[in-house]
């Protein structure tokens, strides 16, 4: 696979916003996690390689200071780079690459460079749902079993999804739940934009969490849905 479009323009207008700040300590490793290697190619490339048949009108990498192989990956990929000084959570991440998005108003679909199986068909089915259920949120939910240690998708009615619990926050109840946030996820962009200038910290980490914007647009009355995908395709490394 290589970076080049498929030759029939895809239908679907989005930009992508792609998430590669992670250090790689748990990898004991100082070389960003996205550069760590999977069948000879970085993570990221296959992330960047899975959304370019779709033909993103633009694609927006957040990375941390430091991470030179990553700017020069991402010149090679067309992408542009969004910087995050301090790691403060993935809502302080996305709202980093929002300048760079000044006054789009399609879909930003966001992805973490560290998950290398994510599919373009998969891609694909989330930006069909996010359009024809006129959804103001679209997210992939998976059922690992144990759902131990990921964020459970509260949805009164399948597949509409009215929050996400992170397991730690999770009561005995919220932890039956077996569907759990896979870690892409697909917002309307002025919701996006506006809801980032809203969102405030966690009081228990200090940190800014992405997922805290779907509580916000249930509050709002707006939709948020889900896609299925399956658990080797959404497992991160």
């Given at each position: 696979r290589d970076f080049r479009p498929m030759p029939q323009a895809h239908k679907h207008k989005f930009t992508s916003v792609i998430l590669a700040a992670g250090q790689g300590t748990r990898m004991r490793s100082n070389m960003p996690k996205v550069m760590h290697k999977l069948a000879g190619e970085p993570l990221i490339s296959h992330?960047?390689?899975?959304?370019?048949p779709l033909n993103p009108e633009k694609t927006v990498?957040?990375?941390a200071p430091h991470m030179d192989t990553v700017r020069e990956l991402a010149t090679r990929a067309s992408a542009s780079i969004a910087h995050q000084?301090?790691?403060?959570g993935t809502g302080h991440a996305v709202k980093c690459a929002m300048p760079q998005l000044q006054g789009y108003e399609g879909i930003v679909l966001v992805l973490y460079g560290d998950t290398p199986m994510i599919t373009t068909e998969t891609l694909a089915a989330l930006l069909q749902k996010h359009e024809s259920e006129k959804a103001t949120i679209s997210l992939l939910g998976m059922q690992p079993h144990?759902?131990?240690?990921y964020g459970r998708l509260v949805m009164r009615q399948e597949p509409y999804v009215e929050r996400i619990v992170e397991c730690k926050d999770a009561n005995e109840e919220q932890k039956k739940i077996t569907w759990v946030w896979a870690g892409v996820i697909a917002f309307d962009a002025v919701f996006l934009r506006e809801s980032?200038?809203?969102?405030?910290p966690s009081p228990v980490t200090g940190e800014y969490y992405l997922t805290t914007l779907i509580e916000m647009?249930?509050?709002k009355g707006l939709k948020t849905v889900m896609q299925p995908?399956?658990?080797?395709?959404?497992?991160?490394?």
């Open positions: 992330v960047l390689k899975s959304a370019a990498l957040v990375v000084d301090a790691q403060n144990p759902p131990t240690g980032l200038e809203a969102l405030t647009a249930t509050a995908v399956s658990v080797t395709e959404a497992m991160g490394i």
